[in-house]
């Protein structure tokens, strides 16, 4: 259970709530000690101004006066202390209680209000007295009991302030833990969801399914990964298509020269038909239709295994495309088709001549196949953006649009007969020159095959 992937995403988004909980308790914690921490020392300030007072009382009236120490005992009460004014015999000189007692009735009504100060409750209280002994010119005068003065309930008002935190605190995390708990669910299963659908998508073309696709919603990293799945799908099933198309098409391609050398050799035998130079002829014709065949499917798997061996030089491009022009006017002549050429003088490049010329011929069999009588082909060759290219470009039937991304698929083809491997060849030549090649096509206008090369790998 622990190995899914959705309980492996589940803890992880559970530990970061922890974590984040945790977090929010010590700093909860940090702040408490610091708020204490001030408490502390404001408490502090206020004993020592409430001792300033009586002592400046003291001096001011030169000895204990009642009315004064009445007046600082509520006014320490004020300030949140209830005390004890002793003198240097240590009898209590005056106090909280019997102050607020002595207070008219309105005016001890209000001081009780705003202190919430229980006279009742004195007695009853534990928490000792912290005693500070008072001064007057370095010399002893008395002494002053301090603490600080509770709720009726006999709480403090900063206890009930830390136990109020308290309970927040623990509410918080409960409600922040179980909706943390409830998000973390939520998420992990709609991050996992995607993936096993993946999975199960993968399974299915790994049974054979190749029409499986998985249901691609949103713009993450998910859904990025389900379009490239099913753009990888798709290719998997055209190329299982094509693969059974080949051997389909191979079949057809080898059958035919077969049948014919088994035809006539069988008359030979039979002694139907004379074994004379016209037969033996036809049957090297087959024999060579063979072997190109076997030919063609040898090199795409060297092209496809980078096993392409380049002999590079400097071609001179103008003599190079004309030699080749010569070759190819007869045949282009015989349809009614034209074959002109497009290139400087002074044009060069470094590359194969050997595979150049056979990126050339493959281009030029499908313009010639592809472009009916009164048409026109023109080889072109020239320098653009710093890249050398060579395009051959026709007025022959275009190629349709849906057929565009898959011509230089091996084995593909649009046309009876061939082995649909000659744009697949011609690509990977190009790609071994470290070069790319591109169409533009207009079905029923023509199409236009463009090799680019790149400027380091021609000679200036």
Known sequence: MIKSLWVKFLLLLLAVSIISLSSAMILRELITSDFTEYLEGEREDRVYRIMAAVEGAYEENSGWNEHALKKNTVWALLLGYEIKIKGLDEKVLMNTHTAVESLAPLMKRRILAITDFSPEAVVTREDPFMNYPLFL??????SIDVRLVTYQSGQRKETIFMGRSNKFLILAVF???????????FFSKRLTDPIKKLTVAAQSIREGKMHS????????EISDLGKAFNTMAAHLEIQESLRRKLTANIAHELRTPLTVIQGEIEGMVDG????DREKLLSLHEETTRLKKIIEGIEELSRAEASALVLRKEKIALQGYLHAIQERYTKIYRDKGVSLAIDCRESATLYADPDKLSQVLINLLTNALRATGHGGRVVITAGTKDSEKFLSVADTGTGIKKEDIPFIFERFYHDYEGGLGIGLAITKEIVEAHDGRIEVETEEGKGSAFTVYFPEFTSSS
């Open 137 to 142: 010119g370095g010399l002893n005068i008395g």
């Open 175 to 185: 409600a922040l833990g179980g909706f943390s708990l409830l998000l973390s669910f």
């Open 213 to 220: 696709r998985v249901l691609v919603s949103g713009n993450d």
């Open 272 to 275: 139907l038909i004379r074994a």
